[in-house]
């Protein structure tokens, strides 16, 4: 007689879904509070690296000179970049010395839309072992970027490695993945100032 007590069959697993957007489980998201820290940190840090530059060159000169800005100038840097198994390993601080342009991190408005603008990037990134920093804020993620370097919009923007202020900071975001730290100990004196916000904004896709 047939056994009538069989196990019945286990259902075929589901398909895995197709990603919309960047992977980002392996690195650091801000968004809401921690987002705007973040921004008010990064815009201080880089009033201090200009001022100790001694302003010599016009703004928008010196913040190409600091960062990659826009995905296609990031996607161009990433890829002069030497794949991480040839690249020296230890933490980036400074290009003094290197015939090309290394990254320290990229910050990316992983909400931004199509997503497929930034989709190449993680795994491009991650083959240079150049770490990313989501931010999101409801779709407008590319406007709280744009702020930074006195655009309207900027999708991505990538930290050269400069080894000042704004690389300070950068590492302790990546350390620590948050800024909880930075604002017990300092407070508002992270801030370093406002970045001064009357020039005209533009777009950096």
Not at 48 to 77: C, H, M, Y
Not at 114 to 123: D, E, G, M, V
Not at 164 to 171: D, E, G, P, T, Y
């Amino acid at each position: 007689m047939r056994n009538r007590n069989k196990a019945p069959k286990r259902a075929p697993p589901e398909p895995a879904k197709p990603s919309s957007g960047p992977q980002e489980q392996d690195w650091s998201t801000f968004e809401g509070e921690s987002l705007g820290l973040l921004i008010e940190s990064i815009q201080g840090k880089i009033k201090v690296a200009r001022s100790l530059d001694g302003a010599a060159l016009p703004e928008k000169i010196w913040l190409k000179q600091q960062f990659a800005i826009g995905v296609n100038e990031v996607t161009r840097v990433l890829e002069r970049m030497p794949p991480s198994n040839d690249a020296d390993d230890r933490p980036i601080s400074s290009n003094n010395n290197l015939s090309y342009t290394r990254l320290q991190a990229i910050l990316v408005a992983s909400d931004c839309n199509p997503r497929w603008l930034t989709r190449h990037l993680p795994i491009l990134a991650s083959s240079r072992k150049v770490p990313l920093i989501f931010v999101k804020d409801k779709k407008r993620g590319s406007l709280r970027l744009g702020e930074l370097v006195n655009l309207k919009t900027a999708i991505a923007i990538g930290i050269k490695a400069k080894g000042n202020a704004v690389n300070h900071i950068i590492q302790k975001i990546l350390c620590d993945g948050c800024l909880n730290i930075e604002r017990k100990s300092m407070g508002q004196s992270l801030l370093n100032g406002e970045i001064n916000g009357n020039q005209q904004p533009g777009h950096a896709g």
